[in-house]
């Protein structure tokens, strides 16, 4: 039963359960991890001696902190329960808002109260009467009822539906709400944590931190404090943890709450989650949190002066659990609840990414060190009395079960091996609990790596787990790693990578099928792939998917690229990968970095690198992206296309830091690109231009310039190398070095190409003369546009001849060559409308023609021609066809400006005149308001009913428009008035009507100071403020562009110079024979048409894989180069200094601490040897004195010296003997019996012996009731049936004597020999007295694949044949009792074939008998105990006979029986006594263990 403070005493903060430790270790903190001790004691008892607070259950862990200012913690383990099944409960629809709220708690979340008034004897601190629960008549119900019985609170307290839930904010102090609930202690631990998973929407937690103890003298030294707090917060926070506390504003959750209050003070990633339960019935000013429908928000005033014996709540947790018995005052109402709840929590499992785990838990106890029986002791000063010697046994043998387990004590010092925080060893001591007790072998190892992952501490698991003394398989990561990337813990990644883990291997179609599933659901590529995905059916097959998602990829990548999943040709076609179910993660599937192309199938490929970037890209994470980028081989263009990607998905994106994030990360990207290209080409120019115009098959089939085109990466294009690339390009086979004027002498005069004007980069071409040496000249792209530039200018000056001087009724012959030439360009144009030499379709290449201004300003052109040219040779419509061509040749004008992009001097300045007519484009909305206003304004003061709509346009618009230049209305002020100048009624059509005029005087009667009022402010808007602000666009603009001018000129370089690259050689209207060669060759002989080799060129399978091996081998030294850079950063370098500095004082303190602490301990051992040398001295006085030298007996012996420094006595296992008591059976002294609810007496250690007195020993009875009663010995509690076994010796069938000699007989009943156990009876057991057991140690040695025999430190390793029954927690030796007469075990003929039975038993015979004795066995009592012989049975040869025939014949009869070869190891899942029997093999053979 919980155990209450008096009132009087301590007060309200002893909301405790006291850990305990064993010794005093100043200045360290003692982590430890208990389990239970064999598989099948109930978990229940294997906790409950953790606490000296009764309890049903206890958590994994105990962490104690000690008081008053020494420094020990210590961590306790325990174990979940073994084979528990997790609770189901039910889940219903998540209530939104707080209406939905309000009505869900009231139905599933119950109070209690009290409903009859029995008076109690005790007045409350007020005077009054009071009821038996603790309230006053007035806080009863009105119908309640008066009872002169005793209360019980079963009968008198009944559930009514909660009124105190909602928000908690508490007054003054301008917190955030948090949320409470009242409910009663009996409420599920289902139904709560659906309140807090569900109705509160917390996320379910990592680990659990139960933080108890303490109370309102509690006082930590500063430092130690800090330690404390610091390691709490930091472990409560990178796991995602829970932290439950009492939540009181005393003692310990004072404490847990001001390190929330510091941490919430600060920048934290995410908020720490602090639920204090607290008994409902303690509170102080609870009264304000009564809302019957919910109180949104709940003021509560924290008034600490007058709470008397009461408790207020720390204003600090976020979450409230207020547990309510229907009594007032009473402490302690909680603990049951929170027990529960705590342990429900553990069963609980949490999957994300595919990998689940059960939530762990730790308890944190302060004040748990050397001192807290003695602090119990004056806790409980007023009903010490009362505990009888039988319940201090019990304490005694809880406190020695705890401190048995020392092996998994964890010291924790401060300064100690850089360890800082207590978050590091709370995390280890669970990894060690693991080891010790859940799991064996890979297993055990797998589940600490889960547990590290979900904690996201990569430190814990590269010091804990990644370790010599495991080896990690690279397929053993896997699972691992898909839970690393879809949780986005980039370090785990990089920690998987760096031991073994690749790519090429992890990735498959079904790995990339799950990542996919399990996209981010905030991320934008989420919400584009739910749009295509709107019509599939629910279960999608994975090729399905990804075609899906090729297509997304394909519309972020650009046109340019081709899908990177490509969809299957035929229905039929048969699947390429093998796809487990969504499991992946847990499953072994099939690796395959891609599909090899198979008649009738299309290729699918997967590329592990490019996929899983993309994946971490489309989802902006920087980290993971930046990791897996550096395993990529075709690093360039990866980059280019993550910046294209990013950039796309930035136009679409709506939350503005998402958005800089992306553009952020896009710019990154390019700048990598840049890095890398660099490198190249300062290692090889030739070698970096390949691979500029490398067919990239990963990346859909397009190069790093296509792909830098598409993302408008002008950084990376204006590159050094990519432009002397271009200008190579541009220059065809000519060398850069010649002259332009001496190309254009070349050109008009060819001949000159003899003589040696123009040189050629080939110098082999330099030699050659005739035709080779012209058609090399005439089809260089510089020589194509400057004669393209001739032609045009030709073309121009005859259109302008023509549309001037030479435009007759009838089309002369220059009119009739203007009309061929623009022919020859409707046929070029026509050429670059179809030219598609990807085969992309007609309607990508439209699209992309028209992609182009130019080329639909060359589409106007030509329409707008046409146009002119119908009308023109329309006789009626001759004058209007000129005027349209004569628009038309402003048009073909315009066309120059692209021309002249080439050039250095006059592009950027043609760039920086586009961008400024987009600023002008936008001031003509702000001057047509001005223009506007003030015309209609001015023309409706100065004109009467003008109809005329010409007029109206002129006076409104164009006189207000030339007003802005100086062009101002003589009349508006009447001065200049002249009436000959207007017509009065306005009807003559080339006069304005004349404004309002007096007709007697011949003046105009509008007011004039208006109009000229208005005409002032309009030139003081439009001309000085409008003009100038003009002006300072403009000059915003140039600046802005001036900056990347440069850049964006080198960007649009390329479009041109790719253009003349493909154009024909014949300038127009000569480039009609070239468009009639190329007519024959493509429409009539059908050859396709081919992208220039110099833009897209497809490199030989050898040559690319050394191009690409080049490029890894750059990235790797532009990678180093990066690291270099940020470690000389001036931050870096400070940062440096500041840790080095921090390290020094920190080792400072330590040595300090470590001084001080082995002094004491020095001057302790000095006091006691001082101590022990007076006893001796007084005894040879003594002996003296008495005229002899005594006897022998008497003389006191000299203490060793306790400590030295640099040592931890305590825990230094090899000099610490073992504790007496373990020398006798420890199984066998489990308080919960198992298979059953009995409870033994408790024996500790000092009590085992018969011999022993123990007068309080008052063991309960137990003998299990079997069907086969025939076969065993009566029950025993009657003495007349047990007159007839004989003991100590051979009774019939039964062998009652004992391996160690004769036993005890008392009362008609066998005495264990090796002491007392707690319960007398026969138990679980057959018989009285020994119940002997044979236990066969069958092994083999281990071996690899190849046949050789494993080994490891040296030793060879061993297998032994085990087996498990279906709920058992633990393997076991397939051996047992015996059928009387029979040789073999029961437990062996079900797992072994009938035939096999002979063969067995003779190799029994043959065995070598390991041991003989008493077995410590949780089912042995006083009068009945189990002895076995173990015989070890090994097969050292692989190819042994009788070997392959065990191994034939094994088969369980038994479906809840399993059967395997086990590896031998000291962390094997066996019983424990089986553990010893194992040992003493592998000691026997020689073998590792």
């Known amino acids: 039963m919980p155990l209450h403070p008096s009132p009087n005493k301590e007060g309200p903060g002893h909301q405790l359960r006291p850990g305990l430790t064993a010794r005093k270790a100043p200045g360290r903190l003692v982590l430890g991890t208990f389990e239970c001790h064999t598989p099948l004691v109930g978990c229940e008892d294997g906790i409950s001696h953790l606490s000296l607070v009764p309890r049903m259950w206890s958590p994994l862990h105990h962490t104690a902190v000690p008081e008053k200012g020494s420094a020990d913690l210590q961590t306790v383990k325990g174990c979940g329960v073994p084979g528990a099944r997790e609770e189901r409960f039910p889940r219903s629809p998540p209530p939104s808002g707080q209406e939905n709220l309000s009505s869900w708690i009231p139905d599933n979340i119950k109070k209690k109260e009290c409903i009859y008034f029995v008076e109690s004897s005790k007045l409350s601190d007020a005077g009054k009467v009071v009821c038996e629960c603790g309230y006053p008549r007035e806080k009863h119900l009105e119908e309640a009822t008066f009872q002169g019985q005793e209360w019980d609170p079963k009968k008198h307290v009944r559930e009514m539906p909660t009124d105190a839930f909602g928000d908690i904010v508490f007054t003054g102090l301008g917190q955030k709400a948090g949320k409470y609930v009242r409910l009663s202690q009996d409420t599920p631990s289902s139904l709560i944590y659906q309140l807090m998973t569900q109705e509160w ?290 370090e785990f990644v990089k920690l998987f990578l760096e031991n073994g883990v690749q790519l090429k291997e992890f990735v498959s179609q079904a790995t990339l099928f799950y990542l996919y599933q399990n996209l981010e659901p905030t991320c934008l590529f989420h919400c584009k792939l739910d749009k295509v995905l709107a019509g599939e059916p629910e279960r999608l097959d994975p090729s399905v998917l990804l075609q899906h998602v090729a297509q997304v990829l394909r519309e972020l990548l650009g046109d340019s690229t081709q899908l990177l999943y490509s969809r299957p040709r035929s229905s039929n076609q048969q699947r390429l990968l093998t796809v487990p179910s969504v499991k992946i993660s847990v499953q072994r599937v099939s690796r395959q970095s891609s599909c090899k192309r198979s008649s009738g199938q299309a290729t699918f490929t997967i590329d592990p690198v490019r996929d899983l970037l993309i994946w971490a890209v489309v ?107 271009l200008t190579k390009v541009w220059w065809g086979q000519l060398s850069v070095d010649n002259g332009l004027w001496r190309v254009v002498l070349s050109m008009l005069f060819f001949p000159l190409l003899y003589t040696g004007l123009v040189s050629f980069r080939n110098k082999g071409q330099q030699a050659e003369g005739g035709l080779a040496r012209v058609r090399a000249f005439f089809s260089a792209p510089v020589v194509v546009f400057h004669m393209n530039i001739l032609s045009y200018f030709a073309f121009l000056c005859l259109f302008a001849y023509v549309l001037m001087v030479d435009f007759q009724p009838q089309p002369s012959g220059c009119e009739c060559l203007i009309y061929v030439w623009l022919f020859s360009l409707v046929c070029e144009e026509l050429r670059q409308l179809f030219y598609d030499p990807d085969g992309s379709g007609l309607r990508k290449a439209v699209l992309v023609y028209f992609s182009d201004f130019w080329n639909k300003l060359d589409v106007c052109a030509i329409l707008l021609f046409i146009a002119g040219l119908t ?124 404004p309002e005029i007096d007709q007697a005087r011949q003046e105009p009667v509008f007011p004039e100071w208006l109009t000229v009022l208005l005409l002032c402010l309009y030139l003081l808007f439009a001309n000085i403020l409008l003009l100038n602000l003009l002006i300072a666009m403009f000059n915003y603009t140039f600046q802005q562009v001036q900056e990347h001018t440069d850049q964006i000129w080198k960007f649009q370089r390329h479009d041109l110079i790719e253009e003349y690259q493909g154009r024909p050689p014949a300038p127009p209207p000569f480039i009609l024979l070239s468009h009639l060669h190329l007519f024959i060759k493509r429409v009539v002989l059908k050859i396709p048409a081919k992208r220039h080799k110099q833009f897209k060129n497809k490199l030989e399978k050898n040559e690319e894989a050394a191009l690409l091996s080049w490029e890894i081998y750059l990235k790797e ?319 050292p040869d692989q190819s042994d006979v009788e070997l392959k025939r065990l191994n034939s014949h094994l088969h369980s009869y038994d479906e809840g029986m399993a059967i395997r070869w086990q590896v031998v190891d000291e962390r094997i899942s066996l019983c424990d006594n089986h553990k010893v029997i194992l040992q003493k093999v592998a000691a026997l053979l020689g073998a590792y263990y």
């Open 201 to 490: 929407g917390l996320d379910a937690p990592n680990l659990l931190i139960s933080v108890t103890g303490g109370a309102k003298d509690f006082n930590m030294k500063p430092r130690l404090k800090s330690v404390f707090r610091r390691g709490l917060l930091k472990v409560a926070q990178t796991s995602g943890a829970w932290v439950i506390t009492g939540g009181s504003h005393t003692g310990v959750m004072k404490q847990v709450g001001e390190a929330v209050r510091q941490l919430s003070g600060s920048f934290c990633e995410r908020e720490v989650v602090t639920i204090g339960i607290a008994t409902w019935g303690t509170l102080h000013n609870r009264e304000s949190l009564i809302h019957p429908m919910g109180g949104f928000p709940a003021e509560y005033i924290m008034d600490e002066g007058g709470q008397g014996n009461l408790t207020c709540l720390d204003s600090n947790h976020s979450h409230f659990i207020l547990v309510d018995d229907g009594t007032h005052g009473r402490y302690g109402v909680e603990i049951p609840l929170r027990t529960n709840l705590e342990k429900f929590i553990s069963q609980q499992t949490k999957e994300r990414g595919g990998v689940a785990i059960k939530i762990p838990i730790v308890c944190v106890v302060l004040e748990g060190g050397p001192g807290t029986l003695n602090k119990l002791s004056m806790f409980f000063q007023g009903m010490f009395e009362t505990f009888t010697e039988s319940k201090i046994v019990e304490w005694t043998k809880k406190i020695q079960d705890i401190v048995r387990r020392r092996q998994l004590l964890t010291v924790f010092r401060e300064g100690k091996d850089g360890q800082q925080d207590v978050d590091v060893p709370i995390l280890q001591a669970l990894l060690k609990a693991s080891r010790s007790l859940d799991h064996f072998g890979h297993e055990n190892w797998d589940h600490q790596l889960k547990l590290a992952v979900a904690w996201n501490r990569v430190d814990i698991a590269q010091s804990e787990i990644f370790t010599d003394e495991r080896q990690w398989k690279p397929s053993e990561l896997y699972p691992m790693m898909v839970a690393a990337l879809i949780t986005n813990k980039p």
């Open 871 to 994: 009308c023109r040779l329309v006789p009626s419509l001759l004058y209007t066809g000129r005027i349209i061509l004569s628009l038309d040749f402003t048009m073909f004008c315009l066309r120059l400006m692209h021309i002249f992009t080439i050039s250095k001097t006059l592009g950027p300045k043609i760039i920086i005149v586009r961008r400024m007519m987009k600023d002008v484009f936008f001031f003509l909305f702000l001057l047509a308001v001005w223009v506007v206003s003030f015309g209609v304004a001015k023309q409706a003061i100065l004109i009467h009913n003008e109809r005329r709509v010409e007029w109206i346009f002129r006076g409104a618009v164009y006189h207000s428009y030339l007003t802005i230049f100086g062009q101002l209305p003589t009349y508006i002020d009447g001065v200049n008035f002249r009436p000959d100048q207007c017509s009065p009624d306005g009807t003559d059509p080339y006069k304005p009507k004349c």
């Open 1117 to 1435: 030294n532009y990678l180093q180069e990066q690291q270099l850079q940020q470690k000389q950063r001036p931050e870096q370098k400070i940062q440096d200094v500041s840790d080095k500095a921090d390290t020094m004082v920190r080792l400072l303190e330590t040595a300090r601490l470590k001084q001080s602490g082995a002094v004491e301990q020095r001057l302790a051992s000095l006091e006691e040897q001082v101590a022990q040398t007076a006893t001796a001295l007084r005894w040879i006085v003594k002996a003296l004195r008495d005229s002899g030298f005594g006897s022998e007996e008497g003389v006191p012996t000299l203490a060793p010296q306790k400590a030295s420094v640099g040592r931890d006595p305590e825990l230094d296992s090899g000099s610490k003997a073992e504790d007496p008591g373990d020398t006798y059976h420890v199984n066998a002294r489990h308080l919960l019996y198992p298979s059953c609810s009995v409870l033994r007496f408790p024996v500790p250690n000092e009590k085992v012996p018969w011999e022993t007195e123990f007068l309080v020993y008052n063991p309960p009875f137990y003998t299990a009731d079997r069907k086969d009663k025939d076969l065993v010995d009566p029950v025993g509690d009657a003495l007349e049936p047990l007159s007839r076994i004989s003991y100590n010796a051979v009774d019939g069938p039964l062998d009652r004597r004992s391996f160690h000699g004769v036993y005890a007989v008392r009362d008609g009943l066998p005495l264990n020999p090796m002491g007392r156990t707690g319960l007398r009876g026969r138990g679980d057991l057959s018989y009285f007295g020994p119940n002997h057991t044979l236990q066969p140690v069958i092994t083999r040695w281990r071996r690899s694949l190849d046949g050789a025999i494993c080994r490891k430190n040296v030793k060879k390793m061993l297998e032994v044949l085990v087996v498990k029954r279906g709920r058992s927690e633990h393997w076991m030796l397939p051996g047992g009792s015996r059928e009387p007469g029979e040789m073999l075990p029961r437990k062996l003929k079900q797992v072994l074939r009938r035939e096999f039975w002979s063969s067995f038993e003779r190799l029994l015979t043959q065995g070598m008998e390991v041991y003989k004795g008493y077995m410590d066995d949780p089912r042995n009592t006083d009068n009945a105990w189990i002895e076995t012989v173990a015989v070890s049975i090994h097969f």
């Open 619 to 725: 989802q902006n994470r920087r980290e993971l992206a930046e990791i897996i980028w550096a395993q990529s081989q075709d690093c360039i263009a990866a980059a280019l296309a993550c910046s294209k990607i990013l950039k796309e998905l930035s136009k679409e994106e709506e939350d503005t830091d998402s958005l800089e994030e992306m553009l952020a990360l896009a710019d990154e990207y390019e700048q990598r690109a840049i890095g890398v290209f660099t490198e190249c080409y300062r290692k090889d120019e030739e070698r970096a231009q390949k691979l500029l115009v490398r067919v990239s098959e990963a990346w859909g089939k397009t190069t790093c310039l296509q792909l830098a085109l598409e993302a408008k990466d002008m950084k990376f294009m204006s590159h050094g190398g990519i432009q002397a690339y």
